[in-house]
Nanobody, 117 residues
């Protein structure tokens, strides 16, 4: 199984980025997909999650109204559209796949997002 994130980078405050996470080696439609982030010196926190069908999404309060998670079942890819970025959004962003009935979890390697003020 591989989860490969891309799309991170350096952006000014107020700007936008779209992260992608391409999944392979798993049945994508059976997995809930999430984005987490970890800022320097802090623990990893949940940013957004989408159920296996994509019918339900949830967001951390800190990103509601600014970030949107979506998934493409043809490309086996989950996206995180990030708008109105703030310096406090600076972190390494990780993709995660979960299949709860088998208690199976996979992580990507992470992609750095840096927001300058």
């Amino acid at each position: 199984v591989q989860l490969v994130e891309s799309g991170g980078g350096l952006v000014q405050a107020g700007g936008s980025l779209r992260l992608s996470c391409a999944a392979s080696g798993l049945t994508f439609s059976r997995y809930a997909m999430s984005w987490y982030r970890q800022a320097p010196g802090k623990g990893r926190e949940l940013v957004a999650t989408a159920t296996s069908t994509g019918g339900t999404t949830n967001y951390a309060d800190s990103v509601k109204g600014r970030f949107t998670i979506s998934r493409d079942s043809v490309k086996n890819t989950v996206y995180l559209q990030m708008n109105s970025l703030k310096p406090e959004d600076t972190a390494v962003y990780y993709c995660r796949a979960d299949r709860s009935e088998f208690k199976t979890t996979y992580w990507g390697q992470g992609t750095q997002v840096t927001v300058s003020s």
